[in-house]
Nanobody, 125 residues
């Protein structure tokens, strides 16, 4: 499993960013892919995931209504559209993949999924 993130950067509060994660080395359509984040000195936080077989999406409470996840099976890429960004969204964002659905899928993605190297998102106030 290889996951390569891009799209991070510096943005002002209220702005938008789109993260991308290109996947390789596994059957993309059969996996759940998503994102989690980690700010300095804080625990990893659930963000979002999508089940590629039926596009079912799940969001963490902190991003619900502001972030949108999507995937392109042909490009083997998952996207995270982030709108109305807040300074507290500042973190390293990791793309992760797991090969089966779990009841607490966002937590499972963090605990058991394969992940990429991460991309820094910084939101200034």
């Amino acid at each position: 499993v290889q996951l390569v993130e891009s799209g991070g950067g510096l943005v002002q509060a209220g702005g938008s960013l789109r993260l991308s994660c290109v996947a390789s080395g596994f059957s993309f359509e059969d996996y759940v892919l998503g994102w989690f984040r980690q700010a300095p000195g804080k625990e990893r936080e659930e963000v979002s995931c999508i089940r590629n077989s039926d596009s079912r999406a799940v969001y963490g409470d902190a991003v619900e209504g502001r972030f949108t996840i999507s995937s392109d099976n042909a490009k083997k890429t998952v996207y995270l559209e982030m709108n109305a960004l807040k300074p507290e969204d500042t973190a390293v964002y990791y793309c992760a993949a797991i090969n089966e659905w779990h009841h607490r899928i966002l937590r499972a993605l963090i605990d058991f999924g394969s992940r990429g190297q991460g991309t820094q998102v910084t939101v200034s106030s």
